[in-house]
């Protein structure tokens, strides 16, 4: 079969690979019908996460059709059945997955030595998604094998819904609207929030639906900037106006109730001193993560106000203003997306035509010419938002 | 070399490599320039010049930084070229009959002309290859609303949502959080 194979940074190749066969009981194949590149798998295309080995497959966002399922996952799959996978593999059963924190099952990550060791306590196996995460292979790929298969699974009725209309119940839209719910959005409050990739797209419209006063977005792109106002925010061009004076002029000096950092590890932060500071260090080594979000969230959030990250951080974070935080009282919630605990209530929402998520959807391409679409996304090129495969 | 062309480029990917390679070049000869400086002029039979030595080495660390850090690598990489010029106007200075070592000089002006070349060719690729940053939108995305209705008439649709227990504020912090109104607040918070 053919998939999107990471070869060493800035290198993914569509590979000829051999087909994945059912490895454990609880495992099922899927044909994948659509899959597509999620800004977290630049962090991986960049090179700035380690445990990616050569030849592992990409992709942790993809949906299509069972076409085999192991014995123990029979009584809740069965071959023809449409299901979005979501990108973290869940076991069901665990403490954490007893309590819905899906994103750290302590049993699917089949390198738990591994990650113990880097984040003290493993965290739930990925698919697509470094070592550190299980090293399953990914769903940017013609056949996926689901491990779990029985819980891993978001199954779609075939009632007139297109793949682009709820693909995205395995990623982005979830992890938009958990960042949203972070917050507990009261209808008095601001939002603000840094970026305005597909996450900040999809945060910026589950804040309105969750009923925000005001959803302020952040970002330096001019198209990502026209499509978070006709989501309905208030924008700020980070390059053309300081963020922290427009915040405070938009909220009577007070700052933001609310903060959203849906930026993460790889700050584009133009040419502020703590930017620059990120840059020099990381360029030589001396730092994982260019955390400029972090820093300007804690300084502008209102005090007792809320922080919430659903960017992804990969290592050690410098020069974070933890005394303003601290002083300021504000809470901080963060962690990878508990996927299915928000996905039956978001597929209804979806099938009631509350919300349409495809509207993020700009670059569609084949497999083959997946590896050049990571470039145009990484460089934001062509105005490129989110990019969705057909193998 | 394509005919219409001076200098042969390359691709973004390698340039931006090379660029890479580059500034890890600039970092790691102005990390001995500063700190062995007697061992290089020595080298070269140009004692006495240790000082500008270091300074140079400086610039090479400060240009490499530039180089690694920036977004942009082709202004740095011009400036490495700059630096090219200044190596090579100093070493000539060593190239005169009474220096012993001047055959080393010699190495040492080959060496510089050969990563002059490469400086030159990174460059000229980088500038090349430099797509002009959109700066105003090139696609309208005006009607990439994602809701049924104006987002004004959605603002709130979704408030049938309960936050989960374990994502709300905890209770003895919600007045403070939340704005609760002060009369259900506790009295030995007034």
Redesign the interface.
């Known amino acids: 079969m053919k998939a999107l194979c990471w070869h060493s940074a800035k290198d993914i190749r569509c590979d000829e690979i051999p087909d994945p066969r059912i490895e454990h009981p609880r495992d099922a194949i899927i044909k994948v019908t659509s899959c597509a590149i999620c800004g977290s798998d630049l962090h991986l295309y960049d090179g700035y996460m380690p445990g990616m080995e050569n030849g592992d497959v990409m992709g942790h966002e993809f949906m299509g059709e069972v076409v085999e399922v192991g014995p123990d996952s029979r009584h809740a799959l069965k071959v023809g059945d449409r299901v979005v996978v979501p990108f973290t593999i869940i076991c069901g059963e665990c403490d954490q997955c007893q309590r819905g924190n899906f994103s750290v099952c302590e049993r699917s990550n089949r390198n738990k030595e591994v990650a113990d060791k880097m984040f003290g306590h493993a965290t739930a196996g990925l698919f697509g998604y470094t070592h550190l995460t299980g090293g399953y292979a990914g769903g940017q790929a013609e056949y996926v094998r689901v491990p779990y298969a029985d819980k891993t699974h978001i199954k779609i009725p075939r009632n007139g819904l297109s793949d682009e209309q709820v693909l995205f119940l395995g990623d982005i839209f979830p992890t938009g609207w958990q960042a949203a719910v972070q917050c507990e959005i009261e209808p008095t409050e601001t939002v603000a929030i840094w970026g305005c990739g597909p996450v900040g797209q999809m945060a910026i419209r589950s804040a309105i639906l969750l009923g925000a006063k005001k959803v302020i977005a952040i970002d330096n792109v001019p198209e990502r900037l026209e499509m978070a106002r006709a989501g309905g925010a208030i924008t700020i061009n980070f390059e053309e106006e300081s963020v922290v004076e427009r915040l405070n002029d938009l909220t009577d000096s007070k700052g933001p109730e609310k903060c959203i950092d849906a930026v993460g590890m790889e700050a584009h932060a133009g040419s502020s001193l703590d930017a620059v500071y990120d840059k020099v260090k990381q360029s030589v080594m001396l730092q994982t993560d260019r955390p400029h979000v972090i820093r300007e969230m804690m300084y502008v959030c209102r005090p007792a106000g809320t922080l919430s990250i659903p960017g992804v951080y990969g290592g050690i974070l410098d020069k974070i203003p933890f005394g303003a935080a601290m002083n300021k009282g504000l809470t901080i919630r963060m962690g990878q997306t508990h996927v299915n605990r928000w996905t039956d209530d978001l597929l209804r929402r979806i099938e009631e035509g509350q919300i349409d998520p495809s509207f993020v959807v700009t670059h569609r391409v084949s497999l083959e010419d997946g590896p050049g679409m990571y470039k145009t996304f990484r460089d934001k090129e062509d105005g490129c938002v989110k990019v969705v495969l057909r193998p | 070399m394509s005919n219409n062309r001076t200098v042969d480029t390359l691709s973004s990917?390698n340039a931006h490599s090379l660029a890479r390679g580059l500034?890890w070049f600039s970092?790691g000869l102005g990390l001995a320039e500063v700190l062995a400086p007697r061992a290089l002029t020595r080298g070269l039979g140009m004692q006495g010049s240790e000082q500008l030595l270091q300074a140079y080495g400086l610039r090479e660390i400060a240009t490499g930084?530039g180089i690694?850090?920036?977004?942009q690598a082709a202004p740095w990489i011009w400036g490495r070229l700059a630096g090219d010029a200044l190596d090579i106007a100093t070493l000539s200075t060593g190239l005169k009959e009474d220096n012993p070592k001047r055959e080393n000089v010699g190495i040492a002006l080959a060496a510089v002309a050969g990563v002059t070349a490469l400086d030159l060719v990174c460059g000229v690729s980088l500038a090349r290859n430099t797509?002009p940053y959109?700066?105003?939108?090139?696609?309208?995305?005006?009607?990439?609303?994602?809701?049924?209705k104006?987002?004004?008439q959605?603002?709130?649709?979704?408030?049938d949502?309960e936050?989960?227990p374990?994502?709300?504020?905890p209770e003895a912090?919600r007045p403070?959080?939340?704005?609760r109104p002060p009369h259900v607040m506790p009295a030995t918070t007034r």
């Open positions: 990917e500034g970092i930084i690694l850090s920036s977004e797509s959109p700066h105003r939108p090139a696609i309208d995305y005006r009607s990439r609303v994602g809701f049924p104006p987002p004004e959605m603002r709130g649709a979704a408030r949502f936050i989960p374990d994502m709300r504020t912090l403070f959080a939340i704005g």
